[in-house]
């Protein structure tokens, strides 16, 4: 995630202030010097890393923390609220017709965002409609064809024409029924002059509501030009960082907010369409400090679960909670999991799992986990609908058969059938919460993620 360096190395100076119920220089000396190594290596502005720095330093030797208020806790409380501050709200993006448009040097992802906007439009139950206008970059009508077909979107583009404004135009015509009309617009390698009057030129036919800048994540300082060139030019109101899911640095595309004056409106990371979230800046820095982001998890969860079971109407997630939880439902459950994104993003948003004990994994521990739960999809595809209806009647015999034809090693079948009797107390466990139970888990939950109640994970939680 942009600027993951940052959590990790905050989180293991705060680590140094466990037990202490009072700061001295020293320890906020340090705090505040690793906050500055970390944002300018990041690619941050010097100037905004001085205010920032600058704040939280002021406020920890300044403010009394709170009764019963660890030190490590105060400071963690002022890190996240200066952090939000500096980051700024979301951009506004209200649930009515509109047109957006997109702007960008070529490679910043326009195209596949434009495409992941609109799915999730159409989740918000909009009907949106992609016009693509670039007859520069060779293959940029397949691509947004081919993304929007994937996304089940409405589409305009027209690889015969070579006038991007008379695109536009017909575009706007061909989709007067669309809600939402999201205009990706030409990239460059440099901002050329062209560039410049050909997006003016859109922009005067389409007139959009709100104009947003995509930025890689990995633009560094070449972003303050950039993000000053566009704004001067057609005005920006939001920005879209995107390829998240690499080692990319992030601070460019925060000094861009900075300079343009505006705020984040989507992150983006991953290549299909579900692979985008509106940017909430609460729930980023919770994450990025490792206190979880329980409304986005549970909105993924839900979307997920949903999708699941529009694939499979005779499989209820409800059900499972009430009678024998199967390895029919397990198998779901997988396919659930594999919708909400990838499995270090999930985790991220689980309060006390993103930070501390993300940070104890081994480099390839998801990678490692990922192949496991295919192992584990390929050996239920290889099972009769007896075996994962009734996973106990899978002895010696069905084991040996299961991995012949799966190509999985015995060893592997094991695993899964144990993995699923852990899994098949935990859901017994649920069954016999009542609601205040259930209440005070996840309050319990929230708490040991909040600025407030320490990061001490779910290793708290008992049997959980």
Not at 147 to 166: I, K, L, N, S, T
Not at 333 to 355: H, N, R, S, Y
Request: one cysteine or more; charged letters at 30%; hydrophobic letters at 35%.
């Amino acid at each position: 995630m942009v600027l993951d360096n940052l959590g990790s190395s905050l989180r293991g100076s705060l680590d140094k202030l466990r037990g202490k119920s009072r700061l001295d220089e020293d320890d906020v000396q340090e705090i505040v010097k690793e906050i500055q190594r970390s944002l300018l290596s990041a690619d941050v502005d010097v100037s905004l890393v001085m205010d920032l720095s600058d704040s939280i330093k002021t406020r920890a030797l300044e403010e009394e923390p709170p009764g019963g208020t660890s030190a490590r806790d105060h400071v963690l409380k002022i890190v996240y609220e200066e952090l939000v501050e500096l980051i700024g709200e979301s951009t506004e993006i209200p649930l009515e017709s509109q047109t957006i448009m997109l702007a960008g040097l070529q490679g910043s992802g326009k195209t596949t965002t434009s495409a992941k906007m609109a799915w999730w439009f159409s989740k918000k139950g909009l009907r949106p409609a992609v016009i693509q206008t670039d007859t520069f970059r060779p293959g940029a009508y397949d691509q947004a064809k081919q993304m929007c077909e994937r996304a089940e979107v409405d589409f305009y583009g027209d690889p015969d024409c070579d006038d991007p404004v008379q695109i536009a135009r017909e575009g706007l015509e061909a989709t007067e029924d669309a809600d939402v009309h999201i205009v990706d617009t030409a990239g460059r390698h440099a901002l050329e002059d062209d560039l410049i009057d050909e997006i003016e030129e859109i922009e005067s036919v389409v007139q959009p509501d709100l104009n947003l800048l995509v930025l890689d994540a990995a633009i560094g300082q070449g972003a303050k030009e950039q993000a000053q060139q566009f704004d001067e030019s057609i005005g920006i109101g939001g920005v879209v960082i995107t390829k998240l899911d690499g080692t990319a640095k992030g601070g460019g595309a925060l000094t861009a907010v900075n300079e343009t004056d505006s705020s984040i409106a989507f992150l983006g990371m991953g290549e299909t369409v579900q692979d985008i979230e509106r940017f909430e800046p609460n729930g980023f820095i919770s994450r990025l400090l490792g206190m979880g982001d329980l409304k986005q998890l549970s909105e993924r969860v839900e979307r997920a679960m949903s999708e699941t079971q529009a694939e499979d109407e005779d499989w209820d997630p409800e059900e499972m909670m009430k009678g024998n939880f199967t390895l029919k439902d397990m198998q779901k459950q997988m396919e659930a999991m594999d919708k909400m994104g990838p499995l270090d993003q999930v985790l991220d948003m689980i309060p006390g799992f993103g930070g501390g004990i993300k940070d104890q994994l081994p480099d390839d521990a998801m990678d490692v986990t990922k192949d496991r739960m295919r192992a584990f999809e390929v050996i239920m595809d290889s099972m009769t609908e007896e075996e994962l209806e009734n996973p106990r009647k899978v002895g010696a015999s069905r084991v040996k058969r299961i991995a012949q034809g799966s190509g999985q090693d015995e060893e592997t079948i094991q695993e899964l059938l144990e993995q699923h009797r852990m899994m098949e107390q935990t859901i017994k466990q649920f069954q016999n919460m009542g609601d205040g139970d259930m209440q005070r888990m996840m309050k319990k939950l929230q708490n040991q993620g909040g600025g407030g109640g320490g990061m001490g994970g779910l290793g708290g939680m008992g049997p959980f």
